[in-house]
């Protein structure tokens, strides 16, 4: 969508232990990264790390920044660019206002999201989204989807919503949040218990006799695929509960948004264990009084990860049929399809690629305003 724009954005990928600092013009990096660490303690010296990074990459660039854009994790008021209590930023109590600060120091306009927001708006624009309507395209298909939710798979469960190119935030800065939906497998708790590094941890060591509390979910994945010593099927079977676990979330998301499905964050990873749990899941069925059985979703779910499932996928089910009272036909699309996928570009790249877009599309919203 900006491919060939020259305007260039500051971007951060903010992270508990580091902050990179960058710059993206016409949707490619500028700029040498600026790596400095985080500072969680004392929020004079965070926004003072902040304003550090963005100038040394401002300093780099050779023409002026339009806007600063990145993802800070929440909760916030993110319309305002306020940062509310953080777990991971002691220092962030009773919100600071670090948007508008940064506004002051650069005079530039600030815009700050989650990171599955801008998950979800930069795999939307040149990620995943344009990528399947290509295929569909070569394929000799005439549908194209303009939809689609992504979700964050790592330390917590993220989600974000792209409806027809416009990035959904909400009324309260919720939109697309996900990790609080129910828990298929523990009704009465929230659905990140179950997705989640922590949730992978739990169910290895509850299905494995050894103490496992102390692996990491890289160490589970190797015990998976056999290069490290481990239960092989308790592995699997943590990130198998996983999937099915989101699955209930995206099947109920999905009836709201109709649209493809996107993975990301650091989990994704083990998406080979992962995905074939996720779409069986969504494959599954509801019951009526009367006993009828319905798909638990109107769409037909295809694994695009599987090279089987996308080629299955982008086939044109699609018939011409006659118009009544006419020699002319219509085309009769009576296949509904939904796809699984995870990020081809990474989740970083992801992110700042949405934060870049989603300042540019405010930047020229308020032009024609």
């Not at 305002?80 to 005079?107: H, K, T």
């Not at 290895?204 to 290069?227: C, M, V, W």
């Not at 650091?266 to 009084?289: C, D, E, N």
Request: some cysteine; charged content about 20%; proline content about 4%.
């Amino acid at each position: 969508m900006y491919e060939n724009d020259s305007r260039a954005v500051l971007t951060l990928d903010a992270g508990g232990t580091n902050f990179v600092f960058s710059a993206i013009r016409g949707g490619r990096e500028v700029v040498e990264p600026v790596r400095l660490d985080a500072v969680t303690d004392d929020v004079q010296r965070c926004l003072d790390v902040l304003v550090e990074g963005f100038r040394r990459v401002q300093a780099a660039l050779d023409t002026p920044a339009v806007a600063i854009s990145f993802a800070f994790p929440g909760p916030a008021d993110y319309e305002n660019g306020i940062i509310g209590d953080l777990p991971n930023f002691p220092c962030f109590r009773d919100g600071v206002a670090m948007g508008p600060y940064l506004e002051e120091v650069f005079s530039l306009p600030v815009f700050i999201n989650n990171d599955g927001n801008l998950f979800a708006y930069g795999e939307a624009l040149s990620g995943i989204l344009p990528e399947v309507n290509a295929a569909l395209s070569a394929a000799g298909s005439s549908k194209r989807y303009r939809n689609l939710l992504g979700i964050t798979l790592g330390t917590g469960f993220g989600g974000g919503v792209v409806l027809d190119g416009t990035l959904l935030r909400g009324d309260n800065g919720c939109g697309g949040d996900v990790w609080l939906m129910r828990n298929v497998h523990y009704p009465g708790l929230i659905a990140e218990e179950s997705v989640s590094i922590r949730a992978v941890k739990r169910v290895y060591h509850e299905e494995t006799p050894e103490d496992a509390r102390n692996l990491s979910p890289k160490q589970i994945f190797d015990i998976a695929e056999g290069s490290l010593d481990g239960n092989a099927d308790a592995a699997k079977a943590a990130f198998a509960r996983l999937g099915e676990a989101a699955a209930e979330a995206v099947v109920h998301a999905l009836d709201i948004v109709d649209g493809l499905v996107v993975i990301g964050g650091g989990l994704s990873g083990a998406s080979k264990y992962i995905v074939p749990a996720m779409v069986k899941a969504m494959q599954g069925t509801r019951s009526t009084f009367s006993g009828a059985v319905i798909p638990c979703l109107q769409m037909q779910v295809f694994d695009l990860t599987s090279r089987e499932g996308m080629e299955a996928f982008v086939q044109d089910g699609s018939t011409l049929i006659p118009i009544p009272g006419s020699d002319r036909t219509v085309r009769y699309r009576c296949e509904k399809k939904t796809g699984v996928a995870v990020s081809r570009i990474g989740t970083g790249r992801a992110v700042a690629l949405g934060a870049y877009a989603y300042a540019l599309s405010q930047i020229d919203t308020n032009i024609q305003q």
